[in-house]
Structure formats: structure tokens, C-alpha cells
T-cell receptor, first 116, second 113 residues
Framework: AQSVTQLGSHVSVSEGALVLLRCNYSSSVPPYLFWYVQYPNQGLQLLLKYTSAATLVKGINGFEAEFKKSETSFHLTKPSAHMSDAAEYFCAVSPPNTGTASKLTFGTGTRLQVTL | DAGVTQSPTHLIKTRGQQVTLRCSPI?????VSWYQQVLGQGPQFIFQYYEKEERGRGNFPDRFSARQFPNYSSELNVNALLLGDSALYLC????????????FGPGTRLTVT
């Protein structure tokens, strides 16, 4: 079965610094991968998705992620953190060979803290 | 346009009781998925419904059931509540089944005492 592992439950960066949130996947076939953000007391919002087109995926709010098959990774980055980026971030994978994004398996999440 | 709405916002139940959670998808969306998010963890897939048919079920006991109505709204029912059912229940809708963006509602916070 497919799964994702997020390394680091908490990440703290200074405002203006690089954001790097790590996600590694386990799947028997090339997966579809997603990053979501969850602000306090809100639902999840899609940041970006990888669906086997370009390996470098650009999302909203300046975030991007690179699919690396050799490393089974899909890390999320942002060149310069902003205070408004403080939130919980989830990596997710869709079930193989289904072509659907409606039955996702999520990682345990990484809480991003941004300090002045 | 209104987003995905869920009701109620918060709910407190006692062990052994039954609960019904409701979800209204974005207008025009025909697929609804339900997720359970226990505090400190990622969401876990429970059900997907598309065009009123169950399209997927996660690893949850039969105490959990759901349905989708002709207007594409959905209900999640949980019987014989356990303390471990305490969680945030999220509903997400998509235009149709496929690689379409899921839009999540704010969730229903269920506390079982």
C-alpha cells in the first residue's frame, strides 16, 4: 500500500529564510503526490500536486516541490518564509492506478513556525 | 460561491451514542469524501461517494456509514461511539471523480465523553 512519511513534526525558520519541508513516499507504481496546508481551525487547502508531468511543480503562495524518483521524495520549498506561512503542512499520496485524488493517504504533518 | 459547508461545527456525545454529520459540497460538485483527523495526526480517508454511489471505503469499522443524496450533499453516521472516535471530521468535494482538486470544509469537531 502507498504511504508518505514526513520528516520533522515541527520546523522553525526565521522570516525571509528558506522553507524546506520533507516528504518521502512509498509506492509500488509512480504515484500522484500532493501538498496541503491547514491553518488553525480551518480545513485543508491544496498547495500543489504532482501528476507525472513536470517533476518541478509550482504551487500557490510561492511554494514549489520537486518529484525525485531516485530518492522517492517530494519535498516542499519556499525561498523566503513569511509570517503568514505559519501553519500545518501535509503531504499526501493517491491510491495507485486509480487516477483519483479523492481517496488520499496523508502524512502525519509538519507544523511550520516562522519567527521574526 | 459558497465553499464546502459542514454542520454542526462542534458536537459532544457520550460513549455508545450515535451521531450524524452533514456536508454540503460546492455547487456543481458531484463527489464527496470524508476524512477523520485525530488530534496531532493527518487526515485518514473514510469514504468517497460519487453520483450517489460509494466509490471507496477506508479502513474503518462498520459502525461508520455514509450516504449521498440526489442534491449531492452527504451524511456520515457513526454508531456506538467510542472515545477513540473523538476527532475532526472533514468533508471534501470535487467536481467529479478523477485528478480534480479537493476542496475541504472546516470540519466538525466531535468529542466523545
Amino acid at each position: 500500500a502507498q504511504s508518505v512519511t514526513q520528516l520533522g513534526s515541527h520546523v522553525s525558520v526565521s522570516e525571509g529564510a528558506l522553507v524546506l519541508l520533507r516528504c518521502n513516499y512509498s509506492s509500488s507504481v509512480p504515484p500522484y503526490l500532493f501538498w496541503y496546508v491547514q491553518y488553525p481551525n480551518q480545513g485543508l487547502q491544496l498547495l500543489l500536486k504532482y501528476t507525472s508531468a513536470a517533476t518541478l511543480v509550482k504551487g500557490i503562495n510561492g511554494f514549489e516541490a520537486e518529484f525525485k524518483k531516485s530518492e522517492t521524495s517530494f519535498h516542499l520549498t519556499k525561498p523566503s518564509a513569511h509570517m503568514s506561512d505559519a501553519a500545518e503542512y501535509f503531504c499526501a499520496v493517491s491510491p495507485p492506478n486509480t487516477g483519483t485524488a479523492s481517496k488520499l493517504t496523508f502524512g502525519t504533518g509538519t507544523r511550520l513556525q516562522v519567527t521574526l | 460561491d459558497a465553499g464546502v459547508t459542514q454542520s454542526p461545527t462542534h458536537l459532544i456525545k457520550t460513549r455508545g451514542q450515535q451521531v450524524t454529520l452533514r456536508c454540503s459540497p460546492i455547487s456543481g460538485h458531484k463527489s464527496v469524501s470524508w476524512y477523520q483527523q485525530v488530534l496531532g495526526q493527518g487526515p485518514q480517508f473514510i469514504f468517497q461517494y460519487y453520483e450517489k454511489e460509494e466509490r471507496g471505503r477506508g479502513n474503518f469499522p462498520d459502525r461508520f456509514s455514509a450516504r449521498q443524496f440526489p442534491n449531492y450533499s452527504s451524511e456520515l453516521n457513526v454508531n456506538a461511539l467510542l472515545l477513540g472516535d473523538s476527532a475532526l471530521y472533514l468533508c471534501a468535494s470535487t467536481l467529479r471523480d478523477g485528478l480534480y482538486e479537493q476542496y475541504f470544509g472546516p470540519g466538525t469537531r466531535l468529542t466523545v465523553t
